[in-house]
């Protein structure tokens, strides 16, 4: 539940409000101010994962309570915290290359159809699918999902690749915010 709230709802959180921040004119403000333009993306950012860890956490209070989630609560929120970075930029990337929110609605169904399903259906049904290794996703729902058992990733393989993910979608979404910025004005 929480990887489906987590990609689902993040991703169109973050979108829906920086669409309706475009058209009350906040980007156009901002270009204006002597912040750097990136304060802008990290504070975004900040707020949907800040909310991400906290649903994690009362999650996991109010379902096995305080005792059993001592052992489990970091892993589940360092791998809440990748995830919820990786949707929410990725969020709030497309809201700054796509025009409306109609255009939005496509990319929310490919993240959907494509990222969520195919993961989803392959690590809790028997349909299995030879290529699920080589998504990217698939790794980050095994992290959360084995970290709510007890068995928390290990590979620093896995830590290096989710934070150069992370850093090259910040760029990115960067660059387009500050693309957008140049078209508002």
Known sequence: M???EIVAVG???????LFKEKQMGVIRVHAIMPLKKSL???????LFLLTDLVFAALMILFNIGL?????I????????AILSLIMALAGFGCTMLLRDFKQFSLAYLVIALFAATPVFLAANTSVKMAWINY?????V??????AFFGMPVTSPAYYICAACVIILLFGI????FRKEMGREG
């Open 2 to 4: 929480l990887f489906i």
């Open 11 to 17: 991703f169109l959180g973050i979108a829906s409000v």
């Open 40 to 46: 802008f993306v990290f504070s975004k950012v900040l």
């Open 67 to 71: 005792a059993e989630a001592g052992g």
């Open 73 to 80: 609560l970091p892993g589940v929120l360092l791998q809440t």
């Open 135 to 139: 998504h990217p996703f698939y790794h």
């Open 141 to 146: 729902y095994m992290g959360l999902k084995n």
């Open 173 to 176: 979404v960067e660059a387009a």
